[in-house]
């Protein structure tokens, strides 16, 4: 009997292992950030990196004690993420992209509390919107606004300013105000962003989204409507339209790096999926889709029932890119 307990508990550190292995595939170690010798093209463009001034590694590893203090305290380990890396290891990703990119610190950490409240396309985890304050004390205001808006929005509302915005414009922008729109199963209450806020979100979107593709594609996932693949097609043409707002209006920081890294990770996709394009992201909890279907029964026929990535023209074609 003893000896058959001893197997069958060997047998389950032995999945367990199994499991994890799977869980952290392509986690790559920080050594390798910004280097030729990353599996994954995201990897290249993360810092701290080889490259990296001694003193600016440093003063991150000190700002970053209490944060990841934080994080590890609060996030379940071994979470698993849209991406193939764990929840809090995709948090640290997205931070380490926009330190390669150059952003200024309340944006980086913007981005290692990107998800914190849960999202529309990531409920594993929510931090209580009770510990707002906290979250506000630690990393700022201005941070914490953007990771609040990004948990709380229903991305086809922010998608939808990044497919009108006019980036051939010279006249300025610094007056114009966004108003973005909650979740339905939130309510759907209004946010707005200041157009500088609004720059931030779209750099903080598509960071985290280049972070965590490669992934993410390379197992089906049945909340998505993924077949392995097709992560790719995901707010495809809204992504493509971020890397160019970037590329223009964030030069010359951004001028090379948001196109130069959005491409190579694209470059990724196998052909069998470069045509699909998936709009909208389907309801991702039981509270999502009884709004869902609430928003459509009242006349909403602009939400469709089959949200599954579909080919380019069938689609959308009636989108256009500016």
Not at 55 to 61: D, I, K, R, T
Request: contains cysteine; aromatic residues 8%.
């Amino acid at each position: 009997m003893m000896t058959m307990i001893k197997s069958c508990r060997l047998l389950l550190l032995v999945c367990l292992s199994f499991l994890l292995s799977v869980v952290h595939a392509t986690e790559e170690p920080v050594e390798l950030w910004g280097t030729d010798e990353c599996e994954t093209v995201s990897c290249r463009f993360k810092a701290p990196h080889r490259g990296t001034p001694p003193q600016v590694a440093n003063q991150w590893h000190q700002e970053d004690e209490q944060l990841w203090n934080y994080v590890q305290e609060h996030v379940p380990d071994v979470l698993e993420h849209t991406g193939s890396a764990a929840f809090d290891e995709h948090l640290k990703g997205v931070q380490a992209v926009l330190r390669h990119w150059g952003a200024p610190t309340y944006l980086c950490h913007a981005g290692l509390f990107h998800s914190i409240y849960g999202t529309e396309g990531f409920q594993g985890f929510a931090l209580p919107l009770a510990q707002r304050d906290g979250v506000r004390a630690l990393i700022g205001e201005r941070a914490e606004k953007l990771a609040f808006v990004f948990c709380m929005l229903d991305r086809s509302t922010f998608d939808q300013t990044v497919m009108d915005y006019d980036i051939s414009t010279t006249t300025s922008n610094n007056n114009t105000v966004y108003t973005l729109v909650a979740r339905p199963e939130l309510g759907r209450f209004e946010m707005t962003l200041t157009h500088d806020e609004w720059l931030d979100f779209v750099e903080l979107t598509l960071a985290d989204w280049l972070e965590q593709v490669e992934g993410a594609a390379v197992k089906p996932n049945t909340l998505y409507l993924w077949d392995v693949g097709q992560a790719f097609a995901y707010r495809r043409l809204a992504y493509r339209k971020m890397s160019r707002i970037l590329a223009q209006k964030r030069a010359p920081r951004l001028a090379q790096m948001a196109p130069q890294m959005y491409q190579q990770v694209m470059d990724t996709e196998s052909r069998n999926t470069r045509h699909l394009v998936q709009m909208k992201t389907p309801p991702q909890s039981t509270a999502a889709q009884v709004a869902q279907d609430a928003l459509r029964a009242a006349g909403e026929l602009d939400i469709p029932i089959d949200l599954a990535p579909k080919p380019m023209e069938e689609e959308c074609a009636a989108a256009s890119v500016s």
